[in-house]
């Protein structure tokens, strides 16, 4: 099975960059759909962004288009989220995710679809 280190995470302005990373190790992962997904204090877990294991298909939630990209290097075994112009809203814990089914098609968008998660990175935006 798969282990997914998130990294990255950090305190930025408005307006600010992160890069997240989020590094596979035990199993390479373009086998699997991978996702970010982040959790705000008091709210529920929801989805970022996600790229399905062949990589052909990514989508976004529509307040991160075109804000945040995201991306896979199968060198490094890793996938990545661009994040550009954060927003205080964009403040969470941002996990990384990934599912054996999200090889072909749409990335899946809930978070009980995905087996194996990361331990989170914080991001922290300033207004």
């Known amino acids: 099975q798969v282990q997914l280190v998130e990294s990255g995470g950090g305190l930025a302005q408005a307006g600010g960059s992160l890069r997240l990373s989020c590094t596979a190790s035990?199993?390479?992962?373009?086998?699997?759909?991978v996702a970010w997904f982040r959790q705000a204090p008091g709210k529920e877990r929801e989805f970022v962004s996600g790229?399905?294991?062949?990589?052909?298909?990514?989508i976004y939630k529509e307040s991160v288009k075109g804000r945040f990209t995201i991306s896979r290097d199968d060198a490094r075994n890793a996938v990545s989220l661009q994040m550009n112009t954060l927003k205080p809203t964009d403040a969470a814990v941002y996990y990384c995710?990934?599912?054996?089914?999200?090889?072909?098609?749409?990335?899946?968008?809930?978070?009980?679809?995905?087996?194996?998660w990361g331990q989170g990175t914080q991001v922290t935006v300033s207004s």
């Open positions: 995710a990934a599912a054996r089914s999200g090889f072909v098609g749409p990335p899946l968008q809930l978070a009980s679809e995905y087996e194996f």
């Open positions: 035990g199993r390479p992962v373009s086998n699997y759909g």
């Open positions: 790229i399905s294991g062949n990589g052909f298909s990514i």
